[in-house]
């Protein structure tokens, strides 16, 4: 099972909307309902901050969204603060039982 | 509030056994609502799942461990562990301990992370 593919990097303005992507395959993404984001400071726990594609959960800002297209997932950050930025990682159920995490993208404010 | 907790060597020596336990607090791990789960970060790299247990004792492991994973339950500590054998440098990372929900299979509780390094 390969780690899902995310871009290495993005960046963006405060105020600003960046996507990023997360690219899999028919047994992980494209299959299943259950792909997750999370935010990821280093030397910190992860923070679950999207479930189910598209859920928030309870304490995550609405500025946070899911959807999925076919093989590909993506979460985007509207109105951007200085404080997303971190590293943020998807991860998705598959049809093995196994999960799988995205390859990371480090979040940039300029 | 649920909270996790690592705890286990810091530096363990290449062909032995790395040994982490996760103690569980706020919660009870007898829950059928959940699956308790290893997660490990190598420096410079992504996050990669190692494995879970349930409740009942069943487990489920990443094919890429080989068969060197072996995840336990000790239920009248609140705690689960890793014990991962035949280590070399490629183990070294910060594993993490994690609470993933049965139905949704996110992971909605982590540990702060234990830093692992192998070396002689």
């Known amino acids: 099972q390969s780690a899902l593919t995310q871009p290495a990097s993005v960046s963006g303005s405060p105020g600003q909307s960046i996507t990023i992507s997360c690219t899999g395959t028919g047994t992980d993404v494209g299959g299943s309902d259950y792909v997750s984001w999370y935010q990821h400071h280093p030397g910190t726990a992860p923070k679950l901050i999207i479930s189910?594609?598209?859920s928030r959960p309870s304490g995550v800002s609405s500025r946070f969204s899911g959807s999925k297209s076919g093989n590909t997932a993506s979460l985007t950050i509207s109105g951007l603060q200085a404080g997303d930025e971190s590293d943020y990682y998807c991860s998705s159920y598959t049809s093995t039982n196994i999960r799988v995490f995205g390859t990371g993208t480090r979040v940039t404010v300029l | 509030q649920v909270q996790l907790q690592e705890s286990g060597p810091g530096l363990v020596k290449p062909s032995q056994t790395l040994s982490l336990t996760c103690t569980v607090s706020?919660?009870?791990?007898?829950?059928?609502?959940?699956?308790w789960s290893w997660i490990r970060q190598p420096p410079g790299k992504g996050l990669e799942w190692i494995g879970y247990i349930y409740y009942s004792g069943s487990t489920y492991y990443d094919p890429s461990l080989k068969s060197r994973g072996t995840i336990s339950l000790d239920t009248s500590k609140n705690q689960f562990s890793l014990s991962l054998n035949s280590v070399t440098a490629a183990d070294t990372a910060v594993y993490y301990c994690?609470?993933?929900?049965?139905?949704?299979?996110?992971?909605?509780?982590w540990g702060q992370g234990a830093l692992v390094t192998v070396s002689s």
């Open positions: 189910d594609v598209s």
């Open positions: 994690a609470r993933e929900r049965r139905w949704g299979h996110h992971f909605d509780y």
């Open positions: 706020g919660g009870s791990i007898r829950s059928g609502d959940y699956f």
